[in-house]
Structure formats: structure tokens, C-alpha cells
Nanobody
Framework: QVQLVESGGGLVQAGGSLRLSCAASGSIFSINAMGWYRQAPGKLRELVAA???????NYADSVKGRFTISRDNAKNTVYLQMNSLKPEDTAVYYC???????????????WGQGTQVTVSS
């Protein structure tokens, strides 16, 4: 089993920045990809960003150029730096991990508890 603990969410004005952190514990040897999904009220949960153990990166088109995902393997922690935030970024952000190299939803094995990000205009 793997546990994912998120931190860094909060309230920020449009144009501001936040950094999310996700620390993994447990059977972390099994994790090969980590990242974040988000879900806004009335919307489907969508993949925001992902990073593999081999440092392959993927971003949703809506956040390219504004968000940056990175990881510290020694700390078993993944980060999401969010810059130039927009009101439409408001959502609950969920850390996710998979045993394979893909974070497409069928392959997600572990989820964090979620952290609220609210961007005011």
C-alpha cells in the first residue's frame, strides 16, 4: 500500500502562485509515475500534470507554460509549481500515483486526500 499526503493548497488572487507538495510513503518501490488531477464543481476530474521515474513530463494544454511538475526521488516527493493562476484553476487538486509509467485514469492506483485551490478575481 502507498499513502499520499498533500500540502500547499489555499486561497490566492488571480496572477498569483502556489506550490503543491505530495509526499509518498509505504510501498514506494512500486511507484513509477506521479502527478496531479483536479476537479472543479460540476466538472469531470482531469489530469493536470504527470512525471515518470524516467523524468518524462506531461501537462494538460490548459496549464502548459504556467505549471511545472518536478520530483525529489530521495524525499519521495513530487511538486507542482503553479504560476499565473486564473479563476478557472479553482478546483480540488488530487495527488495520484501509478505502478506503471502512465497516469491516465485507468492506471491510477493511489490517491491523495485532495487539497483545495481557490483563485479569486
Amino acid at each position: 500500500q502507498v499513502q499520499l499526503v498533500e500540502s500547499g493548497g489555499g486561497l490566492v488572487q488571480a496572477g498569483g502562485s502556489l506550490r503543491l507538495s505530495c509526499a509518498a510513503s509505504g510501498s514506494i518501490f512500486s511507484i513509477n509515475a506521479m502527478g496531479w488531477y483536479r476537479q472543479a464543481p460540476g466538472k469531470l476530474r482531469e489530469l493536470v500534470a504527470a512525471i515518470t521515474r524516467g523524468n518524462s513530463l506531461n501537462y494538460a494544454d490548459s496549464v502548459k507554460g504556467r505549471f511545472t511538475i518536478s520530483r525529489d526521488n530521495a524525499k519521495n516527493t513530487v511538486y507542482l509549481q503553479m504560476n499565473s493562476l486564473k479563476p478557472e484553476d479553482t478546483a480540488v487538486y488530487y495527488c495520484a500515483a501509478s505502478r506503471g509509467s502512465s497516469l491516465l485514469s485507468p492506471w491510477v492506483a493511489y490517491w491523495g486526500q485532495g487539497t483545495q485551490v481557490t483563485v479569486s478575481s
